[in-house]
Nanobody, 119 residues
Framework: QVQLVESGGGLVQPGGSLRLSCAAS????????MGWYRQAPGKQRELVAG???????NYADSVKGRFTISRDNAGNTVYLQMNSLKPEDTAVYYC?????????????WGQGTQVTVSS
């Protein structure tokens, strides 16, 4: 079992920045992939950014060049630095941890943190 706790959401003006944090209950190096997803009202949950155990990263096209996913190599925390925020970035952001086993994979989710971009 993996517990994930997000923090760092809030209200920000367009063009502003926020940094989200996701604290895991186990070492993130025992997790195959960690990522940030978001879900806006009336829309499906979508992948924003991901980072593999080896450190490879991937981003949704809509956030490339503005968001950066990183991790604390000494701890159990993954971050999402969000710059140049736009109103369309408004959503609930969820941290995800995917563990791989011989029989398959299991996804764990945090409770979500609200990000609102508005003037």
């Amino acid at each position: 079992q993996v517990q994930l706790v997000e923090s760092g959401g809030g209200l920000v003006q367009p063009g502003g920045s926020l940094r989200l944090s996701c604290a895991a209950s186990i070492s993130i190096f025992s997790i195959s992939n960690m990522g940030w997803y978001r879900q806006a009202p009336g829309k499906q949950r979508e992948l924003v950014a991901g980072i593999s155990r080896g450190g490879s990263t991937n981003y949704a096209d809509s956030v490339k060049g503005r968001f950066t996913i990183s991790r604390d190599n000494a701890g159990n925390t993954v971050y999402l630095q969000m710059n140049s925020l736009k109103p369309e970035d408004t959503a609930v952001y969820y941290c995800n941890a995917r563990k791989s086993f011989v029989a398959g994979t299991i996804d764990y989710w945090g409770q979500g943190t609200q990000v609102t971009v508005s003037s």
